[in-house]
């Protein structure tokens, strides 16, 4: 598995897999009566902002198989820390293909994120995970990731 800098030509399939991954994080009660294309339509116009931002570093990497096959990417970021003010590595999205799940792509995203980040001088790294995703959660855990902050909703409306 090699991974790579994500090439211009990459930016379609990393858009598709995030169209699909935003909808399935999304809470049931949240997805109740949005339209699918809505919410694809909101995320490309953020990806677009992210990536026509010069003020901030961004980069993603796209590992593909020996093959030379997509298996999944990461998109990484600066972010400010919203209490602190401290400028911070945040990992935007993270990717793997159903096939290529289990076999430690993840594992070696996360390592590289945490290596861009400190080749940056962050002091830390952050990122968001739907609450119903365990296996994720359960894979940033390992690697040392602590909760900070848990995001609660409530319907106020039918």
């Known amino acids: 598995m090699q991974i790579l800098g994500a090439r211009e030509s990459d930016w379609s399939l990393i858009v598709e ?7 399935q994080d999304l809470s049931p009660q949240r997805r109740e009566g949005l339209e699918k ?4 339509q909101r995320l490309k116009g953020l990806i677009s902002e992210i990536r026509d931002d010069r003020s901030r570093p961004h980069q993603a990497f796209v590992a593909r198989d020996e093959e030379g096959r997509f298996a999944g990417y990461i998109w990484l970021t600066e ?3 919203y209490f602190t003010g401290q400028k911070q590595a945040f990992i935007l999205d993270i990717y793997v293909e159903e096939k290529q799940r289990r076999k430690g792509l993840g594992q070696r995203f996360l390592e590289l994120a945490e290596r861009w980040g400190r080749e940056r001088g962050y002091r830390f790294i ?3 995970v739907a609450a119903h995703n ?3 959660r359960g894979l940033y855990e390992k690697r040392g990731y602590q909760e900070e902050w848990v995001g ?4 106020l409306l039918e």
């Not at 609660?152 to 319907?155: F, G, H, I, V």
């Open 17 to 23: 897999r995030s169209e699909e991954t935003v909808w």
């Open 37 to 40: 294309e809505l919410v694809a």
């Open 79 to 81: 972010n400010t820390d």
């Open 126 to 128: 952050a990122l968001s």
């Open 134 to 136: 365990l296996v994720a």
């Open 152 to 155: 609660m909703s409530k319907r």
